[in-house]
């Protein structure tokens, strides 16, 4: 299985702060990473998909690079509504798709 | 706009099978750009993904699992389904159904979960 590694596991911020999350590969994935957002209860929302390209909808403040091994999500001006969980995947081997452990976004 | 909803009993007995149903509206299973797929979350912890099947029927699974796994689909109800036999305290988790987007034809791979259920919590106790 191709492991992920996300870091931090857990951050705090505030308001309008620009955060970083990396994800890490343990073999290259070329560009196919998938970065989601998780709040309490809630099912996973897909906000970036292929590394960098932004899902439909979601705000341009949320923004993917990277590819082979490393991988970040960035957001800039963090809103309220931002602190949540994030998880990447990686679908370079669909046996199996593996996530992240996960980065906690916490309010400072 | 389109909806999945998981459904299925709620509490499961060790050994048994776990079986849930994903019911889509506002759009067709049968569409050619997607395959379906089943993710679980035991309760504070990451996401596994657990399999996947098109609409012809072609499935693949998580090799964990895939022993014990059956995913099936109903394209006249726009359902599938999942099957999760033998389970013990480990299987206990909130399962989401979701539809994957292939992303081959623009990436040449790739695939990611872009519409979720809401998830339902399955615990295994006796």
């Known amino acids: 299985d191709i492991q992920m590694t996300q870091s931090p596991s857990s951050l705090s911020a505030s308001v309008g702060d620009r955060v970083s999350i990396t994800c890490r590969a343990s073999q290259s994935i070329s560009r196919y990473l998938s970065w989601y957002q998780q709040k309490p209860g809630k099912a996973p929302k897909l906000l970036v998909y292929?590394?960098?390209s932004l899902q439909s909808g979601v705000p341009s403040r949320f923004s993917g690079s990277g590819s082979g091994t490393d991988f970040t999500l960035s957001i800039s001006g963090l809103q309220p509504e931002d602190f949540a969980t994030y998880y990447c995947?990686?679908?370079?081997?669909?046996?199996?798709?593996?996530f992240g452990q996960g980065t906690k976004l916490a309010i400072k | 706009q389109l909806q999945l909803q998981e459904s299925g009993p709620g509490l499961v007995k060790p050994s048994e099978t776990l079986s849930l149903t994903c019911t889509v509206s506002g759009g067709s299973i049968s569409s050619s750009s997607y395959y379906w797929g089943w993710i679980r979350q035991p309760p504070g912890k990451g996401l596994e993904w657990i399999g996947s099947i098109y609409y012809s029927g072609s499935t693949y699974y998580n090799p964990s699992l895939k022993s014990r796994v059956t995913i099936s689909v109903d394209t006249s109800r726009n359902q599938f389904s999942l099957k999760l036999s033998s389970v013990t305290a480990a299987d206990t988790a909130v399962y989401y159904c979701a539809r994957q987007a292939d992303r081959t034809p623009l990436w040449g791979g790739g695939a990611d979960f872009d519409h979720w259920g809401q998830g339902t919590l399955v615990t295994v106790s006796s």
């Open positions: 995947q990686q679908s370079f081997s669909i046996l199996p798709y593996t």
């Open positions: 292929a590394a960098s």
